[in-house]
C-alpha cells in the first residue's frame, strides 16, 4: 500500500482529516465504476437513487468486494484509527463501514445540506471537471460551483461558519458523522465529478463522549 498523505485541519470546532486515496485505488474504482456505468443491469442492481437527498445522475453503492480489492477499506480504516490516536489519544478496536457510495454529478445538479449516519463519515473525489464554471458577472471573485462546503454552528467574529473545499482528484475529507454538508452545482462543462463517501462506526465507549 502506498505511503499515506494526510493532516488535520480545523477551520472551526469539529475536527476533520485531510488525506490522499492512493492513485492506484482511484484508478481502480474509476474503473469499477465506468464499467458499472455500461453494464445496465448491474448498474440498475446497485442504484442508490432512491436514498439521494439531492439531484445529481446517479449514485452506486461499492460492494464489499471491490473494497477490498481496491484497497479503499484499509485506506479508511487506516486514516480513522490514526485521526483517532491523534485527536483524543484513543486506541479504536472496532471499524466497521456500513455503507460506502459513489455520487456521479453533471451541470446544474447539487447535494442539499445534509448530514450521515454512523459515528465518522467522509467525502473525496474520484474525477473532476476541467472547469466548474466562473461567476456571471464578478468573474474575479472565488467560484464555489462544484466545492464541497462544510457547515457547523453559526457565524460569529472571528468565527467563520463555513469552510468550502474544491475537488481535486484523490483528495478525501474525513469528518463527523454530523457535520453538516453540502454540494454546490457546477456549470459550463459535460464532464463528470465524481465523488465517493463512507458512514462507518467505531468504538461507542470512544465516540460517545458521555458514557
Not at 488525506?19 to 445496465?40: F, G, Q, R, W
Request: with cysteine.
Amino acid at each position: 500500500m502506498e505511503k499515506l498523505e494526510m493532516k488535520l485541519v480545523r477551520p472551526f470546532g469539529p475536527s476533520v482529516l485531510h488525506a490522499k486515496i492512493p492513485v492506484n485505488t482511484v484508478e481502480m474504482l474509476n474503473k469499477y465504476i465506468d464499467d458499472i456505468v455500461a453494464d445496465k443491469k448491474k448498474s440498475s442492481k446497485l442504484d442508490h437513487g432512491h436514498q439521494l437527498v439531492g439531484d445529481v445522475t446517479q449514485e452506486f453503492m461499492l460492494e464489499p468486494e471491490i473494497m477490498e480489492k481496491s484497497g479503499w477499506g484499509q485506506f479508511l480504516a487506516s486514516c480513522v484509527t490514526r485521526w483517532v490516536e491523534w485527536e483524543l489519544k484513543k486506541k479504536i478496536s472496532k471499524f466497521k463501514i456500513m455503507t460506502s457510495w459513489v455520487v456521479r454529478q453533471f451541470e446544474n445538479e447539487y447535494n442539499p445540506t445534509h448530514w450521515h449516519n454512523g459515528h465518522i463519515s467522509g467525502a473525496g473525489f474520484l474525477k473532476v471537471p476541467s472547469t466548474f464554471g466562473k461567476h456571471v458577472q464578478k468573474k474575479d471573485k472565488d467560484y464555489h460551483g462544484g466545492s464541497l462546503q462544510l457547515i457547523n454552528g453559526t457565524r460569529h467574529f472571528m468565527s467563520p461558519s463555513t469552510v468550502s473545499l474544491k475537488p481535486k482528484v484523490g483528495d478525501f475529507y474525513f469528518f463527523p458523522n454530523y457535520l453538516m454538508h453540502t454540494v454546490y452545482p457546477f456549470k459550463d462543462t459535460k464532464e463528470e465529478r465524481r465523488s465517493i463517501s463512507f458512514n462507518a462506526q467505531i468504538d461507542d465507549s470512544v465516540y460517545d463522549i458521555y458514557s
